[in-house]
């Protein structure tokens, strides 16, 4: 669970029993934060469910309507569940697995002695489940809440539950990857008022049984596979951690320069169409152009200068460098001696050169022998190249090695460029270029290597190559 400031506490009203129903039973495993929190919620929403935890302490807690944790609004709702008789608890997990309809797993995963993940109280309890799954009828959802390595769920718990129980994934019984997006403190209130709502499941019919208990509260959730689901987990957690380390170090840049950093942040949080948007926050090539690596160089002297510490933005330039290498690597395993390049400036819609990530490529591959032809639509041999060469004469080494021959490796036309070539590097995601590479795969010849996603419909070709996907 997320740990951010207070806010104000939605207010859960309980679904009336006339409603029961309608409403699956749920057992939930774990009775920490989120399976104390979902056993609450889930009750309120009409739902009869069973807490699970070899606790004696958190189960006597749940049966009597107490909270084990503390968390705003919390007490009341369980007490409430108790007294309607929708809340029960047990340490006999597949007795509760036999007498519901989904399971929902919020047990530990600590980190294991090697950095990883621990599986092992995911393994006790797929056990158990499945031991309850086969003295059940019915189908059964189990749905996986705990932050885990994508493949987990189907690769650790799904297996277990088949042989435990002698039953098959599809026919008798569902897997779902579920997340949770609660912060502690506010955890009731964001049950109610989702950010969002992930199901990743194994059939439309787990999709459907999923969608239903979610309905009340989220009435458009996203359906999408296992492994996306659980890798949404880790991306959201991991990006509130970056977050958290950008602002600190903004915060203490602006401490060394006299600056006030909230007043600064402030600012900077008003802006919803860049800083705090999808925008920049869809896997691609590296970032370039007169600005961005301008000023990440800026900001780490400044620094360096003030005696301030700055890791996370001190390495963004080999994180970005990282990425020109992967593209490097694509290209030289296809084993290509000719390679077009169809797109030159650092994005669609404009003839800036200035540090174009691709320019580094580029010269690169020159410097190993491979021969080279590139097209921009907005580049053209009356480009004023050798001013942009100047003003970024101590940053852009591909730009400089490059500014002799640029011109002479210029296309008329994107078709011309890939004519003879082994392999295709994309670097702009425009339908003329998308249009070219569909031909260019038929051949069965040539190879792509797409940076920025340049065909949405991802091919099914041995010749396709994508950078994060």
Not at 246 to 272: P, Y
Not at 382 to 406: C, F, K
Request: net charge negative; hydrophobic share 45%; aromatic share 6%.
């Amino acid at each position: 669970m997320f740990d951010f400031p207070r806010s104000d506490l939605a207010t859960a009203t309980a679904v009336p029993l006339a409603l029961l129903e309608e409403k699956a039973a749920i057992s939930i495993v774990g009775l920490g934060y989120v399976g104390a929190v979902s056993t609450a919620c889930l009750a309120a929403l009409g739902h009869r469910v069973v807490g699970v935890d070899l606790d004696a302490g958190k189960v006597a807690a749940i049966a009597a309507g107490r909270a084990p944790i503390h968390e705003a609004g919390l007490d009341r709702l369980l007490s409430d569940g108790v007294a309607r008789d929708l809340i029960a608890a047990t340490d006999d997990l597949a007795a509760a697995v036999r007498d519901t309809d989904v399971t929902f797993v919020s047990v530990g995963t600590p980190t294991a002695p090697d950095g990883g993940c621990d599986h092992r109280y995911i393994e006790a309890a797929a056990r158990d489940m499945g031991r309850g799954l086969a003295e059940k009828d019915g189908f059964h959802v189990f749905a996986m809440r705990c932050s885990i390595p994508p493949g987990t769920t189907m690769k650790v718990m799904t297996p277990i539950l088949e042989e435990m129980s002698g039953k098959r994934l599809g026919v008798d019984f569902g897997v779902a990857f579920n997340p949770e997006f609660l912060r502690e403190g506010v955890a009731v209130a964001d049950f109610h008022a989702p950010p969002k709502t992930v199901i990743g499941a194994t059939c439309p019919r787990t999709a459907q049984i999923m969608r239903r208990i979610y309905e009340p509260v989220d009435a458009a959730p996203v359906v999408t596979s296992i492994e996306t689901a659980e890798m949404v987990k880790y991306a959201d957690n991991v990006w509130h951690a970056a977050k958290v380390c950008f602002a600190n170090e903004i915060g203490r840049l602006a401490k060394s320069q006299g600056v006030d950093s909230h007043a600064v942040m402030d600012v900077f949080c008003r802006d919803t169409k860049l800083n705090l948007s999808p925008y920049y926050l869809k896997p691609g090539f590296a970032y370039g152009g007169s600005c961005l690596p301008k000023e990440v160089r800026a900001v780490s002297h400044i620094a360096a200068r003030a005696g301030v510490s700055l890791p996370m933005i001190d390495h963004l330039g080999a994180s970005n460098r990282a990425q020109i290498e992967e593209s490097l690597r694509l290209v030289r395993a296809t084993g290509a001696r000719r390679v077009a390049v169809l797109g030159l400036a650092f994005k669609p819609g404009t003839d800036d050169l200035r540090e174009s990530p691709i320019l580094e490529v580029i010269a690169e591959l020159r410097a190993a022998g491979i021969e080279v032809m590139a097209h921009d639509p907005a580049v053209t041999p009356d480009t004023d190249i050798e001013g942009q060469l100047a003003y970024v004469r101590h940053a852009s080494p591909g730009l400089a090695a490059l500014a002799g021959d640029l011109r002479g490796l210029l296309a008329a036309e994107a078709a011309e460029a890939v004519r003879d070539a082994d392999a295709v590097i994309v670097t702009q995601a425009t339908p003329a270029y998308a249009a070219l590479l569909d031909a260019v795969l038929t051949d069965g010849r040539t190879h792509v290597v797409d940076v920025v996603r340049a065909l949405p419909d991802l091919p099914e070709s041995p010749f396709y190559h994508g950078i994060g996907w």
